[in-house]
């Protein structure tokens, strides 16, 4: 499989870095309502950190705002047998270690807005397979996760928009490679728009 080049080019961080920093201007204000919404229903901490593989291999920490109860890690291993994503993933479609706003935060995607700052300190792109927790990175087949990690991970991808992304470990890896292979702004802006398009249709038809 050939990643296209335009995942090393110069365009495609400078389109990251402009984008977020002007999402992160532009939505501040939505931002800091639902920090305070967060903190007022679930207390501290806001935001959710956790340990994700990047390119080359090189740990990071994400941020999410927290939509999960704070032992919502220690709780995984109780709940695996709800698991409904194929190994090493971890997925439930009613977790219940939602709290607050947290399940509608998830469903609406407004949790990851964080990761605006991931994408202007250059550890992830708008664009990209999603970074896995270190532990489920190391669970991936060795040529699948060597191949991810030569890119930077991304918030959007043919994954995340797809319904079958769940289905299979087979499923997950073509429509991880099918994003990949195309690059461009265009192609950047498509991914992101159908992403988002995907979430808003997902969230009225529930």
Do not use: C
Request: aromatic share 12%; hydrophobic share 45%; charged share 20%.
């Amino acid at each position: 499989m050939q990643i296209h080049p335009y995942y090393f080019s110069p365009q495609k961080r400078t389109f990251d870095f402009a984008t977020a920093l002007l999402l992160l201007v532009l939505l501040s204000p939505v931002l800091f309502i639902l920090n305070l919404i967060i903190f007022i229903t679930t207390g501290r901490p806001i935001l959710f950190k956790q340990r994700r593989t990047g390119q080359n291999g090189k740990v990071f920490t994400l941020l999410k705002l927290r939509t999960m109860t704070k032992n919502a890690a220690m709780l995984k291993r109780k709940y695996q047998h709800l698991n409904e994503a194929p190994a090493p993933m971890f997925k439930i479609h009613n977790d219940p270690r939602f709290v607050g706003i947290g399940k509608w935060l998830a469903r609406t995607g407004l949790d990851e807005l964080p990761q605006l700052w991931n994408i202007l300190k250059g550890e992830m792109s708008f664009v990209g397979p999603r970074p896995l927790p270190v532990p489920e990175a190391e669970g991936l087949p060795p040529a699948w996760r060597a191949w991810r990690e030569q890119v930077k991970p991304g918030v959007f991808s043919q994954w995340a928009f797809s319904k079958e992304k769940h289905h299979t470990l087979k499923r997950w890896q073509e429509l991880e490679e099918a994003t990949v292979v195309k690059g461009g702004v265009g192609e950047d802006l498509k991914q992101i728009l159908l992403s988002i398009k995907a979430i808003l249709l997902s969230f009225f038809n529930r």
